[in-house]
């Protein structure tokens, strides 16, 4: 029973709980708890109300799902400086890149490291995102497909997406697509020459003896 200014509710051991409140029943409050199995990974920050998962048109904000990974507040809730332009820090570094790049490292055949320190660091990451075991993987899961999908989870919006797909040979000429991909709804494979940037013809105009990228 629910008393004003009782003791507090003894929660036995961390984990989900559900909590019912019964405003029923006559006289007094009664509620229950119950610890949920129910595990999700934390990493999944979207706007979906009102929202279509596909994007038919790039140019509507309701196309496709917003990303509520970064907010413009403090640690205390409130409103950044500045409304326009967010002041938020954005991570440049974060420990779980280096224990994926290691992965990364250990499974393209690289020295000095070994696939049981890689799936711990794999499982480090995976168990923060999900607060639980659950999120843990087996070594039969650990492979390169898996990693490339692994930093997409943790690192979209971060400004990694690119790279990590030119890097894993996914970006241009495969059939690994996404919507828009090539400027066509369903995705389309893209030369290969965008891979790599063009450089900016204001320092090939400073310095002749720069060369433009090849397929620019």
């Given at each position: 029973?629910?008393?004003?200014?009782?003791?507090?509710?003894?929660?036995?051991?961390?984990?989900?709980?559900?909590?019912?409140?019964?405003f029923?029943?006559?006289?007094?409050?009664?509620?229950?708890?119950?610890?949920?199995?129910?595990?999700?990974?934390?990493?999944?920050?979207?706007?979906?109300?009102?929202?279509?998962?596909?994007?038919?048109?790039?140019?509507?904000?309701?196309?496709?799902?917003?990303?509520?990974?970064?907010?413009?507040?403090?640690?205390?809730?409130?409103?950044g400086?500045?409304l326009?332009h967010?002041?938020?820090?954005?991570?440049?570094?974060?420990?779980?890149?280096a224990?994926?790049?290691?992965?990364?490292?250990?499974?393209?055949?690289?020295?000095?490291?070994?696939?049981?320190?890689?799936?711990?660091?794999?499982?480090?990451?995976?168990?923060?995102?999900?607060?639980?075991?659950?999120?843990?993987?087996?070594?039969?899961?650990?492979?390169?497909?898996?990693?490339?999908d692994?930093?997409?989870?943790?690192?979209?919006?971060?400004?990694?997406?690119?790279?990590?797909?030119?890097?894993?040979?996914?970006?241009?000429?495969?059939?690994?697509?996404?919507?828009?991909?090539?400027?066509?709804?369903?995705?389309?494979?893209?030369?290969?020459?965008?891979?790599?940037?063009?450089?900016?013809?204001?320092?090939?105009?400073?310095?002749?003896?720069?060369?433009?990228?090849?397929?620019?």
């Amino acid at each position: 029973m629910l008393e004003y200014d009782g003791a507090n509710i003894n929660i036995p051991v961390s984990g989900t709980y559900t909590i019912r409140l019964y405003f029923d029943r006559p006289g007094f409050y009664t509620y229950s708890i119950e610890q949920t199995s129910v595990v999700f990974d934390r990493r999944a920050l979207f706007y979906t109300d009102g929202q279509n998962l596909d994007i038919d048109n790039v140019s509507e904000f309701t196309e496709g799902y917003a990303v509520t990974k970064f907010k413009n507040l403090t640690r205390d809730g409130a409103p950044g400086s500045d409304l326009t332009h967010a002041d938020t820090d954005f991570p440049v570094f974060r420990l779980a890149d280096a224990y994926l790049m290691y992965a990364e490292a250990v499974l393209r055949g690289g020295s000095g490291g070994d696939l049981s320190t890689a799936l711990n660091l794999v499982n480090a990451v995976r168990e923060r995102a999900y607060q639980s075991p659950a999120g843990r993987i087996s070594a039969d899961e650990l492979t390169l497909d898996f990693i490339l999908d692994e930093l997409a989870r943790e690192f979209y919006w971060e400004c990694h997406r690119r790279t990590d797909l030119v890097r894993f040979g996914k970006f241009s000429q495969t059939d690994y697509l996404w919507q828009w991909k090539g400027g066509v709804k369903n995705g389309t494979p893209v030369s290969s020459h965008l891979d790599v940037y063009p450089l900016p013809g204001t320092d090939i105009g400073a310095n002749p003896n720069l060369v433009q990228n090849p397929g620019y």
